[in-house]
């Protein structure tokens, strides 16, 4: 049996691969870098990548430099805003402070002034009705605490019904964390925290009342307000306290200024002018 054409041929080819698998063309460029000539197609190349990187490096230090130092110090700056707010908290405080001494010395150089005639007692009511000056006396205290953590909080819908519902169980005057309340105060939310005359109070909210306090406790304790939030205290861990005082001190507000009202003339159903 003879064999295939061409079988010599194939083995050597087989052989020729098995024994040099090194390509001629990548032994010739081994043996030009052996003898330094390096082709002008290399060096190029090797100039364009250096020089490209160190493009690419410049870029990326003005930039960092760049940022940081425009970046604010968050740190610093949020310091920097709770010290300023502390600041002007306290300096409130202690105007609120002054102006509540200088409402009292008013009051009572007022006081003397009229007397105890009728006039003079019908202002006093008045006064104490405006929350213009200050008042003390027995009452009830109702306190609003949230816990430390907790999807339920008091927002200003329950400040607001513990407030109406002591007016209707005969409150004289009211006071929310030391704010006075007046027949024009609004209390409100915002955040996390409850406006009252538009000033931010947190937690816990007291909730202080002037009156009678046997009839506040007797009707503002078996209410349906009160009856509520003890329950709802109880299912989501709120604190809801209810004490009577013998002594509360209840501040002055800022006086209101009317924005429509304007002193006039009173004129007699005769029409002759009888005051103003």
């Not at 990326?60 to 940081?68: D, I, K, S």
């Not at 609003?144 to 409150?171: F, H, I, K, M």
């Not at 209810?242 to 007699?268: E, F, K, W």
Request: overall charge positive.
């Amino acid at each position: 049996m003879s064999a295939p054409p061409g079988g010599n041929g194939s083995r050597g080819y087989l052989a020729d691969l098995l024994t040099n698998t090194l390509d001629p063309g990548y032994a010739a460029a081994a043996e030009r870098r052996r003898d330094g000539r390096a082709t002008p197609t290399s060096w190029a190349t090797r100039v364009a990548v250096a020089a490209v990187c160190a493009v690419i490096g410049a870029v990326l230090t003005v930039a960092y430099v760049h940022t940081r130092d425009n970046q604010p110090d968050t740190s610093r700056a949020k310091r920097a805003l709770i010290a300023k707010v502390r600041a002007a908290q306290d300096a409130a405080s202690k105007l609120a402070a002054q102006a509540n001494r200088l409402s009292g010395q008013v009051a009572t150089a007022r006081q003397r002034a009229s007397g105890t005639t009728p006039s003079g007692k019908e202002l006093t009511r008045a006064e104490e009705q405006a929350g213009t000056v200050a008042v003390h006396g027995p009452g009830l205290q109702v306190t609003l605490t949230n816990p430390p953590s907790g999807e339920r909080q008091y927002t200003d819908l329950d400040v607001r019904a513990v407030v109406n519902e002591l007016w209707l169980s005969g409150a004289e005057s009211i006071a929310v964390n030391n704010i006075r309340l007046t027949p024009t105060s609004a209390i409100r939310f915002a955040g996390s925290a409850v406006l009252v005359d538009f000033q931010p109070l947190t937690a816990p909210y007291t909730v202080r009342a002037i009156g009678s306090p046997a009839q506040l406790d007797s009707r503002f304790t078996v209410s349906d307000v009160a009856n509520r939030y003890r329950t709802v205290a109880s299912a989501f861990g709120l604190g809801f306290r209810i004490s009577q005082s013998r002594q509360l001190a209840l501040p002055a507000t800022d006086p209101h200024r009317n924005r429509y009202a304007r002193p006039g003339t009173i004129v007699a159903p005769t029409g002759r002018e009888v005051g103003s």
